[in-house]
Structure formats: structure tokens, C-alpha cells
Nanobody
Framework: QVQLVESGGGLVQAGGSLKLSCAAS????????LGWFRQAPGKEREFVAA????????YPADSVKGRFTISRANAKNSVYLQMNSLKPEDTAVYYC???????????WGQGTQVTVSS
């Protein structure tokens, strides 16, 4: 059974930082892209960032470019999201995802809450 488990969420003041982690188990994600999405209350889920298998290419959304950095550790089957200069509008449940390409995600985690206070 495939599992993606996020951790690292919490409450932080505006301007602060958090680092999210996601550990995958149940299968190897060799060759898979990994990504982060978020969903704020009353809003649709939105793309945050993605990274290809080798880690050589990353794709941040315009809303987080320059503030968030996605990275991965293939030996640990893990993906990370370093979030700096957080804003209240970054408040959401953050989900990690895995798929055969940066535009296609088949596996999803349960999410971790990030709350940014003003």
C-alpha cells in the first residue's frame, strides 16, 4: 500500500519559516516526479511546486517563487518544501503528491496544516 506522509506543519508568524517533509513508503518512486499542493478554506486545491526525478528541475508556482524551495532525497524516498517569508495567505493544508510526470500526480498524502498569523 502506497503511503505519503507529510510532517512539519504548524503555526508561524508572518515573515517566518517552516520546512515541510513528506516520506513515501509502499513502493519505490524511482522515475517519479514529486510535488506540493495546498488548499485553503473555501478554495480549490492549488499547485505549489514540483520537482522531477533527478531533482535537476523544479517548478514553483508564481505565488511562491523566490520564497519556497522544493527539494528531494531519493535515497530516503522523501520530498521537502522550505517555506520562507511566509504570508497569511499561505495558510492552507499542504499536500504532497507523486506521479509519473510533473503534470500528473497519482498518489496523495493526507495533508499537514500550515497557519500563518499576521
Amino acid at each position: 500500500q502506497v503511503q505519503l506522509v507529510e510532517s512539519g506543519g504548524g503555526l508561524v508568524q508572518a515573515g517566518g519559516s517552516l520546512k515541510l517533509s513528506c516520506a513515501a513508503s509502499g513502493r519505490t518512486f524511482r522515475g517519479y516526479a514529486l510535488g506540493w499542493f495546498r488548499q485553503a478554506p473555501g478554495k480549490e486545491r492549488e499547485f505549489v511546486a514540483a520537482i522531477n526525478w533527478s531533482g535537476g528541475s523544479t517548478y514553483p508556482a508564481d505565488s511562491v517563487k523566490g520564497r519556497f524551495t522544493i527539494s528531494r532525497a531519493n535515497a530516503k524516498n522523501s520530498v521537502y518544501l522550505q517555506m520562507n517569508s511566509l504570508k497569511p495567505e499561505d495558510t492552507a493544508v499542504y499536500y504532497c503528491a507523486a506521479g509519473p510526470g510533473v503534470g500528473t500526480f497519482d498518489y496523495w498524502g493526507q495533508g499537514t496544516q500550515v497557519t500563518v498569523s499576521s
